[in-house]
């Protein structure tokens, strides 16, 4: 689907905005753009369906985003959850979704492999014009260093084609080949964690209504507490989601998260069928770029998005719902900006860009890089999960709305009043943010 407005002269094709990536952050954002009236191109380097590494566990803010994009969530394929099965120290704790009102009471899963090929759907259904298979290549710039489109290859033959717009959304991925092109580089203070994840033929945990989590996992090499956790989570087709997520701290070196899994599926009971011959796929892992590891989400044209902008939660390391939110505030911004002349009055549109991400997500963010970098980097979750924590309903769900980050809005809950209210006092931007922000002005 090509556009109608093509540089004749030049051979580029023309949009308002271009969003390099159709993961979840660059579907959101074009679906929301093309909703907006805008002429939006998607990029998209592979074809659909496709697998990625996820831990394919949704959340009730994932949901309601879902909802709001217009997602089918009756059809066959999605799975519901009543909410987290914590598991630590051979104890274990049930934590309902909340039911607040302000969001849906379940969580889904579903495999990724068609997840991404449903948003993106969605983005076309929408407008958004979708060319599979076409990977970005570099950035175009004019003589002031902004950017004004990407260079593109197509097709196995490599076909070279421009796509130029004035505006540019980076949702590549943890790769972040754009914003790297762009000189935009990740902040090493930040953490970064990694995640393996396989498949497993499981009839009797595939229905199971609960996420579970398990927090007194062992490193294989070095006996110490996994700086993470691992997942097992249900499907509904006859296999669970299987994986494990570390965050290892700077001086203990990595973690071989395939001998780790290895030695923890062992110790799994032998009914649940977590063994070799139920495999239903490799063992597969990624980075996580987390904790708003590249800054600043927008300068010169660019907006960052999901992993690209490192928007991986350092709670958690959750990072689709985070996507998603955040395409959806990067289309609302760039919508309200192209009503505006090019030039400075424009300009000052799209900086609000990065202020709404940080005053959304920021000190959440900030307070979660403090939490990963003292506690979950150098002992994991089960300092988390002692004793007296996971024997107080109370604690249990105050810690499940911080690691999930339920809702942004206030509300009634006094859990989620007590845990806006300790966000709320976690400093700004420190002076080292703040400049970086305006080196790239």
């Excluded at 229905?207 to 989590?213: F, I, K, Q, R, V």
Aim: charged share 25%; hydrophobic share 40%; glycine share 12%.
């Amino acid at each position: 689907m090509e556009s109608g407005e093509d540089d004749v002269a030049t051979g580029d094709h023309q949009a308002q905005v271009i969003v390099v990536g159709a993961g979840p952050a660059g579907s959101a954002a074009a679906l929301y753009l093309a909703r907006a009236g805008v002429d939006v191109v998607l990029l998209e380097k592979g074809t659909f369906p496709r697998d990625k590494v996820c831990g394919d566990g949704l959340t009730p803010r994932g949901v309601q985003q879902l909802v709001r994009m217009g997602v089918d969530i009756d059809a066959p394929g999605w799975a519901r959850t009543k909410g987290m099965r914590w598991v630590c120290g051979g104890r274990q704790v049930h934590i309902e979704w909340p039911r607040t009102g302000s969001q849906p009471d379940f969580g889904l899963t579903r495999s990724r492999y068609d997840f991404d090929d449903i948003l993106a759907r969605h983005a076309v259904a929408a407008g958004a014009r979708l060319c599979l298979d076409t990977k970005a290549t570099g950035p175009l710039t004019d003589r002031a260093g902004r950017i004004v489109g990407v260079s593109t290859v197509r097709g196995g033959d490599g076909q070279p084609r421009n796509y130029r717009a004035p505006v540019v959304i980076a949702a590549d991925g943890a790769s972040a080949r754009t914003a790297l092109a762009m000189g935009l580089e990740r902040d090493p203070d930040k953490p970064m964690a990694t995640a393996a994840r396989r498949y497993y033929r499981s009839e009797a945990r595939t229905h199971d209504p609960y996420l579970e989590l398990w927090a007194d996992l062992l490193c294989s090499r070095t006996g110490r507490d996994l700086p993470g956790y691992g997942w097992i989570f249900p499907l509904g087709d006859g296999r669970v989601n299987v994986g494990l997520g570390a965050l290892p701290h700077r001086s203990h070196g990595a973690v071989d998260l395939r001998a780790t899994m290895d030695q923890w599926l062992a110790r799994l009971p032998a009914h649940w069928g977590l063994r070799e011959e139920n495999a239903d796929s490799p063992l597969r892992s990624a980075a996580l770029p987390m904790g708003f590891n590249r800054r600043p989400q927008y300068g010169r044209g660019l907006l960052l998005v999901g992993d690209s902008g490192g928007m991986v939660s350092p709670w958690s390391g959750e990072g689709i719902i985070q996507a998603m939110d955040a395409g959806e505030v990067a289309a609302e911004t760039v919508a309200l900006a192209l009503h505006r002349p090019d030039g400075p009055r424009r300009e000052q549109v799209l900086h609000r860009y990065a202020g709404e991400v940080d005053r959304r997500w920021g000190r959440y963010y900030r307070l979660g890089n403090t939490v990963a970098e003292l506690v979950l980097a150098r002992y994991g979750y089960r300092p988390l999960l002692n004793r007296r924590v996971m024997d107080s309903p109370a604690l249990v769900r105050t810690l499940a709305r911080l690691l999930i980050q339920g809702t942004d809005a206030p509300s009634d809950d006094l859990i989620d009043t007590v845990v806006h209210g300790l966000v709320r006092m976690v400093p700004g931007p420190s002076r080292r943010e703040r400049g970086r922000v305006a080196r790239h002005r």
